[in-house]
């Protein structure tokens, strides 16, 4: 229960503030996705996301405790779009609006979303053999509270769902 970390943000208040954010909910959101994923060697978590965000702590923490590989910053969205398509990355966690102007390398075998609506132009970007995961939640429970794969066959009339709560999370 002792602090991990604050984060700045005003969420959908619009009024900044600091969030207190206790261990447990780190060790809980990393414990879920350990089990929710068969770790694939070697991995390349590409973090698109300023490290000022909190999907940052998901981003760094789960390159290495889950998928048991490398976390290398992006440096924003442009940097993602201009990636080559020798670069190597295996997986990558963005916000919809970065993933609407990126071109994955061929060798992306994972990609998770959040913070933001998902766009058809973003689910657009992700070659369809690629699993795709949209998230929400507010920084309180430690950056994710939902989770769901996003179908795509007919994802247009279903993107607004934001899934089903995560493991030790109620909704």
Not at 83 to 107: E, K, N, Q, W, Y
Request: hydrophobic share 45%; net charge positive.
């Amino acid at each position: 229960d002792s602090l991990a970390y604050v984060m700045y943000t005003s969420g959908s208040t619009g009024k900044p503030k600091g969030v207190l954010v206790p261990h447990i909910g780190v060790v809980n959101l990393l414990i879920g996705a350990r089990l929710r994923y068969k770790p694939l060697t070697p991995v390349i978590f590409g973090m698109a996301t300023p490290y000022v965000f909190d999907v940052s702590v998901y981003n760094i923490f789960a390159s290495l405790v889950v998928h048991c590989g490398k976390c290398r910053l992006i440096q924003d969205g442009s940097a993602l779009a201009a990636l080559a398509a020798t670069d190597g990355l295996t997986h990558v966690a963005a916000v919809p609006s970065i993933l609407a102007i990126a071109r994955l390398p061929p060798s992306i075998r994972h990609v998770e979303v959040g913070g933001e609506a998902l766009t058809l132009k973003a689910v657009s970007n992700v070659p369809k053999h690629v699993p795709l995961y949209n998230y929400y939640g507010p920084t309180e429970v430690a950056i994710w509270a939902t989770r769901r794969e996003v179908p795509r066959d007919d994802c247009s009339q279903r993107l607004a769902s934001i899934g089903r709560p995560m493991r030790n999370v109620t909704c």
